[in-house]
Antibody
Framework: EVQLVESGGGLVQPGGSLRLSCAASGFTFSSYYMHWVRQAPGKGPVWVSRINSDGTSTTYADSVKGRFTISRDNAKNTVYLQMNSLRAEDTAVYYC?????????WGQGTLVTVSS | DIVMTQSPDSLAVSLGERATINCKSSQSVLYSSNNKNSLVWYQQKPGQPPKVLIYWASTRESGVPDRFSGSGSGTDFTLTISSLQAEDVAVYYCQQYYNIPLTFGGGTKVEIK
């Protein structure tokens, strides 16, 4: 059974940093791209970032480029999202997602609140 | 970026009646390599993550009731709920995974009339 479990969310002040983690199981993690998607309160989901299978290639949404860094540890079956210079508009539930063989899997999400 | 346009924004349907949601992409999401459309439909209820209903535009996810069906190809897609049940009240999203950035429709809120 595929499982994606996010952690690391919380309340942070504007300008602060957080690192999110997503522990994956139930599939050959090291063979696949992984994604982060976020959803602000009352809004639709928005794609944030993607990393390739060996971690050598990353892509970001314009809204987070230069502030967020995606990485992975294939030995730990974990993907990370380092978030720096956080803004109020980064407040959202952050989900990791795997698109596998075409059918998507999402985790339960972790809430990030940026507020003073 | 591929723009996904959903319609309508909201929909009120009587119990047992059909609900139809449309999704249009600004360019084709048909993979020539496998002749499949990279289009997924989600259902989202308050406080829950999006739940996959349909992927590859028309493949029902395991465990999803057969009253949910997806159709369409290229740029025009439809999610149909053949007989609306009370538990189907939710927001529905389409999303393309043809290329990056992954993009979502604006959502359709389905309610009981």
């Amino acid at each position: 059974e595929v499982q994606l479990v996010e952690s690391g969310g919380g309340l942070v002040q504007p300008g602060g940093s957080l690192r999110l983690s997503c522990a994956a199981s139930g599939f050959t993690f090291s063979s696949y791209y992984m994604h982060w998607v976020r959803q602000a309160p009352g809004k639709g989901p928005v794609w944030v970032s993607r990393i390739n299978s060996d971690g050598t290639s990353t892509t970001y949404a314009d809204s987070v480029k230069g502030r967020f860094t995606i990485s992975r540890d294939n030995a730990k079956n974990t993907v990370y999202l380092q978030m720096n210079s956080l803004r109020a508009e980064d407040t959202a539930v952050y989900y990791c997602a795997w698109f596998g063989g075409g059918n998507p899997y999402w985790g339960q999400g972790t809430l990030v609140t940026v507020s003073s | 970026d591929i723009v996904m346009t959903q319609s309508p924004d909201s929909l009120a349907v009587s119990l047992g009646e059909r609900a139809t949601i449309n999704c249009k992409s600004s360019q084709s999401v048909l993979y020539s390599s496998n002749n499949k459309n990279s289009l997924v439909w989600y259902q989202q209820k308050p406080g829950q993550p999006p739940k996959v209903l349909i992927y590859w535009a028309s493949t029902r996810e395991s465990g999803v009731p057969d009253r949910f069906s997806g159709s369409g190809s290229g740029t025009d897609f439809t999610l149909t709920i053949s007989s609306l049940q009370a538990e189907d009240v939710a927001v529905y999203y389409c999303q393309q995974y043809y290329n990056i950035p992954l993009t979502f429709g604006g959502g359709t809120k389905v309610e009981i009339k």
